[in-house]
């Protein structure tokens, strides 16, 4: 089991472009979520999934999309880069929304120039 | 009021101490509760769980207080591997669902 992973590792982007986030699980988990993280701050949740086709917004949404056509996958993609959109950036899956522990994906450190 | 509140910290303490680490919550329907370790620049990973009767696993234990709203880790005899970032999660009734809330951390720095 690869658990979930990420890629690319790190990125720079120049304002105003665009590029998907890669997130994939092998965990057959239904629950999949985007967060980002700031220096010295906590997780914020970006978008979450409950299934294949059921996507719903989180705290921080703005400039974001994400899409869910398989359990396994759960691409988050960045329209018109802004510098506030600079942050590591961490995917994560769980059995359930509540009980269970979320597991994580290694994270993509993104900054945009 | 922010809705899952940490003390940021730094705590600094010697090999061998206590530590404890609180947590708040603002929406008394909070479901569950977690606490996470992150180590620099990795991703968080599951200490424990947090159960109304509280909880332990070997030098940690965990409590919850629901009528205070706020949660706890208790850390013996301090390691130096324990050095690291505490991330307590709480998940927040919203809208009819519950969205997973983390707090900004709390650093522990354990020296020699």
């Known amino acids: 089991n690869a658990g979930v992973t990420q890629t690319p590792k790190f990125r720079i982007l120049k304002i105003g472009q665009s590029m998907t986030l890669q997130c994939t699980q092998d965990?057959?988990?239904?629950?999949m979520y985007w967060y980002r993280q700031d220096p010295g701050m906590g997780l914020k949740l970006i978008y979450y999934s409950v299934g294949a086709g059921i996507t719903d917004k989180g705290e921080v949404p703005n400039g974001y999309n994400v899409s869910r056509s398989t359990t396994e996958d759960f691409p988050l993609r960045l329209e018109l880069a802004a510098p506030s959109q600079t942050s590591v950036y961490f995917c994560?899956?769980?059995?359930?929304?509540?009980?269970?522990?979320?597991?994580f994906g290694p994270g993509t450190r993104l900054t945009v120039l | 009021r922010k809705e899952v509140e940490q003390d940021p910290g730094p705590f600094n303490v010697p090999e061998g101490a206590t530590v404890a680490f609180n947590c708040t919550y603002s929406?008394?329907?909070?479901?569950?509760f977690f606490w996470y370790r992150q180590d620099c620049r990795k991703e968080p990973k599951l200490l424990m769980s947090v159960y109304s009767s509280g909880n332990e696993d070997g030098r940690f234990t965990a409590q919850l207080n629901r009528a205070s709203q706020y949660i706890s880790l208790l850390i013996r005899d301090s390691k130096l591997s324990d050095s690291a970032t505490y991330l307590c999660v709480v998940n927040l009734s919203s809208g009819g669902s519950y969205i997973p809330t983390f707090g900004r951390g709390t650093s522990l720095i354990v020296h020699p």
């Open positions: 929406n008394s329907a909070s479901q569950s």
């Open positions: 965990m057959n988990h239904n629950y």
């Open positions: 994560a899956s769980s059995y359930s929304l509540i009980y269970n522990e979320q597991f």
